[in-house]
Each structure stands twice: as C-alpha cells, then as structure tokens.
T-cell receptor, first 114, second 116 residues
Framework: AAGVIQSPRHLIKEKRETATLKCYPI?????VYWYQQGPGQDPQFLIS???????DKGSIPDRFSAQQFSDYHSELNMSSLELGDSALYFC?????????????FGNGTRLTVT | AQKITQTQPGMFVQEKEAVTLDCTYD???????LFWYKQPSSGEMIFLIY??????QNATEGRYSLNFQKARKSTNLVISASQLGDSAMYFC?????????????FGTGTKLQVIP
C-alpha cells in the first residue's frame, strides 16, 4: 500500500540558509500534518492542512512557512536556519472521513544545521 | 496542563513477559481518539493501535491491547509476550476536534527495553 513519502531523507544546511522539505500524502487523504521532533523529544505539532487550506497552527516559528498544493503534496519552507532547528521533521496524513483513521507518518527528514 | 501524560520515561521487561505502558489524557471533548505509536531507533513512527472514545470494548491488535478506562481518562498499552524487537520508544497520542479541524497531541514517550 502507498505510504507517506517525504524528501529528502537527510539534509545538511548551514546557519542562515534555507531549506525546503517535501511531503506526498497517501492518495485520498485530506489532511496533512507537520511535526518537529528534537533529539530525545516527543513530536511537536507545527502546522496542518485540510483540503489544501491551513487548518491549525502550532509552535511553528515565523521563519517557517508551509503550504499544500493542488496535487495535495505539501512543502515546509524554513528560512534563516538556526542550530536549534536541527531535528527530525515528520509529515503525516490522514483521512478525516473515517473517524478511526490514524495519522500515517512518513519516514521523516533529518535536518542538521551546522 | 499536559494533554497527554506518560509517567514512565523508561521501562524494562524480560523477553516473553507482558508489559504495561501508562498513558493518561486530558480533554473536554466528548468525541476523541487515542493512538499508540512505536518509534524504533531507526526513527520511523509506526502506528500500533487505536481506541475511540465511544468504543465500549478495549482495542486489541495482535500482541497489543489497550486497557481503556474512560472515567479515569487513561489508556494503557499492554504488550504481551515481549520480543527483542519491541525495544523502542512508545508514544501515546490523542486526536481532538472534528472534520478538518482535528488536533493530534503526543505524550513525552516511554522508552521500552526488552531484556533477553
């Protein structure tokens, strides 16, 4: 079965650079979530989209932005990167039409800022 | 206040024994969902089991089962016949809201180590 696809798997950037993370949700899933997981931490919610519209916003820095495109893929744009942005970034998707649908996670993008 | 509380930062269990991982939650919603995820050292988040707030029976998926006590707002994960491959971080999560405005919050996780 198709899963959530994230790219790239690993990304190394320097301070003050920009990064773009991509997410391709499971087909027919209508909601996409972005999470940030620091070392030894639980996943922290950043932002979500429902049917390509932003539906909720969590602890996402102003330097970050995200959008969902017409083909339902989503991108997380990160600018002026800081050392503290080094983390595992997950994208997850779900289908809200089925109440029992869990969040299906991609394998994550490991961002290292040097 | 914490939405999801996992009070056990780390647990050890002997191979083939059962283990219970605790999770309590806080919500004022009547309709919500509770999930457990496994995160091995490789990093991926693997969905294990789901319990809906209106489910009358405890959820079961293979060796995983939930001890859902709604009045106490707890949903403990029971892993039976532990295997070495069960060593991982385990996260409890809760989904609130409805339709396209659902929020999912994670607990701080429990690191389970299975001892041969």
């Amino acid at each position: 079965a198709a899963g959530v696809i994230q790219s790239p798997r690993h990304l190394i950037k320097e301070k003050r650079e920009t990064a773009t993370l991509k997410c391709y949700p499971i087909p027919r899933h209508d909601t996409v979530y972005w999470y940030q997981q620091g070392p030894g931490q639980d996943p922290q919610f950043l932002i979500s989209f429902y049917e390509k519209m932003q539906s909720d916003k969590g602890s996402i820095p102003d330097r970050f932005s995200a959008q969902q495109f017409s083909d339902y893929h989503s991108e997380l744009n990160m600018s002026s990167l800081e050392l503290g942005d080094s983390a595992l970034y997950f994208c997850a998707s779900s289908y809200t039409g089925q109440g029992r649908s869990p969040l299906h996670f991609g394998n994550g993008t490991r961002l290292t800022v040097t | 206040a914490q939405k999801i509380t996992q009070t056990q930062p780390g647990m050890f269990v002997q191979e083939k024994e059962a283990v219970t991982l605790d999770c309590t939650y806080d919500t004022s919603d009547q309709s919500y969902g509770l999930f457990w995820y496994k995160q091995p050292s490789s990093g991926e988040m693997i969905f294990l089991i789901y319990q809906g707030s209106y489910d009358e029976q405890n959820a079961t998926e293979g060796r995983y089962s939930l001890n859902f006590q709604k009045a106490r707002k707890s949903t403990n994960l029971v892993i039976s016949a532990s295997q070495l491959g069960d060593s991982a971080m385990y996260f409890c999560a809760m989904r609130e809201g409805s339709g396209g405005y659902q929020k999912v919050t994670f607990g701080t996780g429990t690191k389970l180590q299975v001892i041969p």
